[in-house]
């Protein structure tokens, strides 16, 4: 899963871009709102954590451009409170809403529950046949017991069983598993790959040459 | 009783007791005319017929020797007081012959007709008519001069004609000079109904007039006290705090109208200052949002899991800087607080200001160094009165302002002079100015140019602070600026005297 963080606060950035890191998550920063824009608009984010009050252009203006080429899940992190900036932030087409000060575990469960419903998921554990994937508490069980991963091998297992019975191309994985400061080295998807296969099953994942990988 | 403090029922009590009032002096008024034509009527009727009856006594004709030999009927004015009652020779009584056609005068089958009694002067009857009202228990009731008039008369002194109530009969009692007493009377029954029946029109009339009066007043005091009504429920309203009500202000030019106006620009000022208030409030809470989830995130961050020494270093400072950030906000806040407050207590001693402006223009050298900005003074010794560190605070936040606002390579100008006994410090920088639509929010609390931080630990309060300390000293402060040409402060201090 991949996330773009928008904050000028630097201290806040560097802490919540390490917290999403540490979750699992490949995470982007971007300290104005004219990167943000730039690079919510892209690539393709799983979410967008999106702060208001921004240099160079606002969260809602952000928010507003982005809506016209995108729909991916925007929380909208703000020290504003007051029931209009919250109808204002949702009315635009933020997904959330999240008021300074927050509690890291609320944003994470937050951050969840919107990526969980862009892929049309009600629940947070996704069965595919002996293999059980719990996506809020980042656990995977084969045959009722609890399989180790690595946070990488998790996210693509997660990121692969979200898009259930779709072809994803390598691209996408890239994209999605990968922040824009790790240099993608194209076996090193390989490697997580072929690791999941070792652990869950070698037909677990599913390789459609020239296309990409797929959980039936 | 609630009742009696309500001004609409003070009101309707006092006009409805001064209408009862008005009313029944006017009403018995019209009674007392009423009633004085009705008996005058009935008393010159009675008058009348005492001529009738008087003229109808005549004496007798003279029967032989034993009368007094007396011709006339009336014994010569001089002889009339030997002719009292006492007198030893009484007259022979006076007869009475009323003629017919004055006898319809005194119908005594009408029960309402006219009756008369004449009686000699020893009190003997000469004549009556039937239809006398009885008498015999009267001299209890029946007062006034004539109670006694069957039996004499005091002295011979002609009393004036008398007219009486006996009953309901009105009667008049007339002494002749002759000596005989007549009564005429009759009974006034009709006209007492008459009078009775007007008394009650009278009665009816006024109620009317003040059922009338009270309910036309009434609806006049209502009226006039609603808008009353309604500016206490807008009242009310604002009071349970929703500050945009207004008094529907209907009639602006009665007196309650301009009371609505007026009260309505006061809810409106005072709106306004809530809305300032509120957004103070929020300003300063959103200020102290952000460090707090720096600390809060940047600690959660941090506990999660193990970390390296250096990691919590990081973790550390970053909660400093937040920490910092806060403190100095908070003491702006507090600072500002007192100024509005008027608690803030500042020294007053006479000192020379250039001494602070050369130092704190000595001071930021390092960060107009690295901006790349070039702070020219010019500065001739000044003396001022005032609280030196507060000016100072003054001093530091213009000079920083302007090199933080400024371009690289551009410059500060820092001057001062005399003018007009007043010490001027101009400050003035080369960057890109302050929009026009902005300029008079300069010195507003959390003003920014840029709507969200361009420096963490700006929160906007440095002008605001500067002009509560500048015009705590009495002095002004003023702005001017010109887009992409700059901004120059102008602060105005009185000088030491």
Same mark, same amino acid.
């Given at each position: 899963m991949r996330i773009l963080i928008v904050e000028d606060e630097p201290d806040l950035l560097a802490s919540l871009a390490q917290a999403l890191r540490e979750e699992g998550y490949a995470a982007d920063t971007a300290d104005d709102g004219e990167d943000g824009f730039y690079k919510a608009e892209s690539y393709d984010y799983d979410a967008i954590v999106l702060d208001v009050m921004l240099p160079k252009m606002d969260g809602w203006e952000i928010l507003k451009r982005l809506r016209k080429t995108k729909k991916t899940p925007v929380l909208m992190l703000t020290a504003r409170d007051q029931t209009r900036d919250r109808v204002k932030g949702l009315d635009t087409g933020a997904d959330d809403y999240v008021v300074k000060p927050f509690d890291l575990p609320e944003l994470f469960a937050r951050l969840r529950a919107l990526i969980r419903r862009s892929a049309n998921k009600t629940t947070n554990v996704i069965e595919i046949g002996d293999v059980k994937v719990d996506t809020a508490a980042r656990n995977v069980f084969l045959k009722n017991k609890p399989v180790e991963l690595t946070a990488r091998e998790y996210s693509l297992v997660e990121f692969l069983a979200l898009h259930r019975s779709e072809v994803v191309t390598r691209?996408? &994985?890239?994209?999605? &598993?990968? =922040?824009?400061?790790?240099?993608?080295?194209?076996? &090193?998807? =390989?490697?997580? @790959?072929?690791? @999941?296969?070792?652990?869950?099953?070698?037909?677990?994942? &599913?390789?459609?040459?020239?296309?990409?990988?797929?959980?039936? | 009783m609630k009742i009696f403090k309500s001004i609409k029922w003070r009101l309707q009590l006092w006009y409805g007791l001064i209408l009862v009032v008005v009313l029944a002096g006017f009403g018995f008024t019209a009674y007392q005319l009423e009633r004085g034509r009705l008996l005058g009527r009935i008393d010159n009727e009675l008058h009348r017929r005492v001529g009738i009856l008087a003229s109808a006594l005549h004496h007798p004709p003279p029967r032989g020797p034993e009368g007094n030999g007396q011709p006339f009927d009336r014994p010569p004015p001089g002889q009339f007081h030997d002719d009292g009652p006492q007198g030893q020779n009484p007259r022979p009584p006076r007869e009475f012959h009323l003629s017919l056609e004055d006898a319809h005068f005194f119908d005594a089958s009408d029960p309402n007709g006219f009756y008369f009694s004449i009686r000699a002067r020893d009190g003997k009857e000469i004549a009556s008519s039937t239809n006398q009202p009885d008498r015999t228990f009267v001299t209890s009731t029946y007062t006034g001069g004539d109670v006694n008039w069957i039996q004499n008369l005091p002295g011979n002194?002609?009393?004036?004609?008398? !007219?009486?109530? #006996? %009953?309901?009969?009105? %009667?008049? #009692? %007339?002494?002749?000079?002759s000596g005989e007493r007549i009564l005429v009377g009759c009974s006034v029954l009709p006209e007492l109904k008459e009078l009775h029946r007007t008394a009650l029109n009278?009665?009816?009339?006024?109620? +009317?007039?003040?059922?009338?009066?009270?309910?036309?007043?009434?609806? +006049?005091v209502s009226r006039s006290l609603k808008p009353i009504s309604s500016i206490s429920a807008t009242a009310a309203k604002i009071s349970a705090g929703d500050l945009s009500q207004r008094i529907n202000v209907a009639e602006a030019e009665s007196e309650l109208g301009q009371l609505a106006a007026v009260l309505n620009s006061t809810f409106a000022r005072l709106e306004t200052a809530f809305a300032q208030q509120q957004q103070f409030t929020a300003d300063a809470a959103h200020e102290l949002r952000t460090p707090v989830s720096v600390i809060l995130t940047q600690t959660?961050?941090?506990?999660?899991?193990?970390?390296?020494?250096?990691?919590?270093?990081?973790? !550390?400072?970053?909660?400093?800087? $937040? $920490?910092?950030r806060m403190r100095k906000l908070i003491e702006s806040l507090l600072a500002l607080a007192r100024f509005d407050a008027g608690q803030e207590v500042l020294k007053r001693l006479p000192f020379d200001f250039s001494k602070i402006i050369s130092d704190y223009a000595e001071l930021v050298q390092p960060l107009a160094a690295e901006r790349g900005v070039k702070v020219i003074t010019e500065i001739p010794s000044l003396q001022v009165t005032g609280d030196p560190e507060r000016l100072a605070q003054v001093v530091t936040n213009l000079l920083t302002n302007a090199i933080q606002y400024n371009q690289s390579g551009g410059e500060v100008r820092v001057k001062l002079k005399a003018q007009g006994g007043l010490a001027e410090l101009t400050v003035a920088d080369t960057g890109e100015g302050i929009a026009t639509e902005h300029l008079p929010r300069v010195f507003g609390r959390f003003f920014r140019t840029d709507e969200s931080r361009t420096g963490a630990g700006n929160a906007g309060l440095g002008l605001a602070i500067s002009k509560a300390i500048v015009e705590a000293h009495g002095g002004t402060i003023e702005v001017a600026s010109e887009r992409n040409r700059g901004t120059t402060f102008t602060v105005r201090l009185p000088i030491c005297a």
């Amino acid at each position: 899963m991949r996330i773009l963080i928008v904050e000028d606060e630097p201290d806040l950035l560097a802490s919540l871009a390490q917290a999403l890191r540490e979750e699992g998550y490949a995470a982007d920063t971007a300290d104005d709102g004219e990167d943000g824009f730039y690079k919510a608009e892209s690539y393709d984010y799983d979410a967008i954590v999106l702060d208001v009050m921004l240099p160079k252009m606002d969260g809602w203006e952000i928010l507003k451009r982005l809506r016209k080429t995108k729909k991916t899940p925007v929380l909208m992190l703000t020290a504003r409170d007051q029931t209009r900036d919250r109808v204002k932030g949702l009315d635009t087409g933020a997904d959330d809403y999240v008021v300074k000060p927050f509690d890291l575990p609320e944003l994470f469960a937050r951050l969840r529950a919107l990526i969980r419903r862009s892929a049309n998921k009600t629940t947070n554990v996704i069965e595919i046949g002996d293999v059980k994937v719990d996506t809020a508490a980042r656990n995977v069980f084969l045959k009722n017991k609890p399989v180790e991963l690595t946070a990488r091998e998790y996210s693509l297992v997660e990121f692969l069983a979200l898009h259930r019975s779709e072809v994803v191309t390598r691209t996408q &994985l890239y994209e999605h &598993l990968f =922040d824009e400061n790790e240099s993608s080295l194209s076996n &090193l998807l =390989d490697v997580h @790959v072929s690791n @999941v296969r070792k652990k869950l099953g070698a037909e677990f994942i &599913l390789t459609r040459r020239g296309h990409g990988y797929c959980i039936e | 009783m609630k009742i009696f403090k309500s001004i609409k029922w003070r009101l309707q009590l006092w006009y409805g007791l001064i209408l009862v009032v008005v009313l029944a002096g006017f009403g018995f008024t019209a009674y007392q005319l009423e009633r004085g034509r009705l008996l005058g009527r009935i008393d010159n009727e009675l008058h009348r017929r005492v001529g009738i009856l008087a003229s109808a006594l005549h004496h007798p004709p003279p029967r032989g020797p034993e009368g007094n030999g007396q011709p006339f009927d009336r014994p010569p004015p001089g002889q009339f007081h030997d002719d009292g009652p006492q007198g030893q020779n009484p007259r022979p009584p006076r007869e009475f012959h009323l003629s017919l056609e004055d006898a319809h005068f005194f119908d005594a089958s009408d029960p309402n007709g006219f009756y008369f009694s004449i009686r000699a002067r020893d009190g003997k009857e000469i004549a009556s008519s039937t239809n006398q009202p009885d008498r015999t228990f009267v001299t209890s009731t029946y007062t006034g001069g004539d109670v006694n008039w069957i039996q004499n008369l005091p002295g011979n002194t002609p009393t004036p004609p008398k !007219v009486n109530f #006996f %009953e309901h009969y009105r %009667e008049t #009692f %007339e002494p002749l000079p002759s000596g005989e007493r007549i009564l005429v009377g009759c009974s006034v029954l009709p006209e007492l109904k008459e009078l009775h029946r007007t008394a009650l029109n009278l009665t009816a009339i006024g109620g +009317l007039i003040l059922l009338v009066g009270l309910a036309g007043g009434g609806w +006049l005091v209502s009226r006039s006290l609603k808008p009353i009504s309604s500016i206490s429920a807008t009242a009310a309203k604002i009071s349970a705090g929703d500050l945009s009500q207004r008094i529907n202000v209907a009639e602006a030019e009665s007196e309650l109208g301009q009371l609505a106006a007026v009260l309505n620009s006061t809810f409106a000022r005072l709106e306004t200052a809530f809305a300032q208030q509120q957004q103070f409030t929020a300003d300063a809470a959103h200020e102290l949002r952000t460090p707090v989830s720096v600390i809060l995130t940047q600690t959660q961050t941090a506990l999660n899991r193990e970390r390296e020494a250096a990691d919590y270093r990081q973790t !550390v400072e970053a909660c400093q800087r $937040a $920490a910092q950030r806060m403190r100095k906000l908070i003491e702006s806040l507090l600072a500002l607080a007192r100024f509005d407050a008027g608690q803030e207590v500042l020294k007053r001693l006479p000192f020379d200001f250039s001494k602070i402006i050369s130092d704190y223009a000595e001071l930021v050298q390092p960060l107009a160094a690295e901006r790349g900005v070039k702070v020219i003074t010019e500065i001739p010794s000044l003396q001022v009165t005032g609280d030196p560190e507060r000016l100072a605070q003054v001093v530091t936040n213009l000079l920083t302002n302007a090199i933080q606002y400024n371009q690289s390579g551009g410059e500060v100008r820092v001057k001062l002079k005399a003018q007009g006994g007043l010490a001027e410090l101009t400050v003035a920088d080369t960057g890109e100015g302050i929009a026009t639509e902005h300029l008079p929010r300069v010195f507003g609390r959390f003003f920014r140019t840029d709507e969200s931080r361009t420096g963490a630990g700006n929160a906007g309060l440095g002008l605001a602070i500067s002009k509560a300390i500048v015009e705590a000293h009495g002095g002004t402060i003023e702005v001017a600026s010109e887009r992409n040409r700059g901004t120059t402060f102008t602060v105005r201090l009185p000088i030491c005297a």
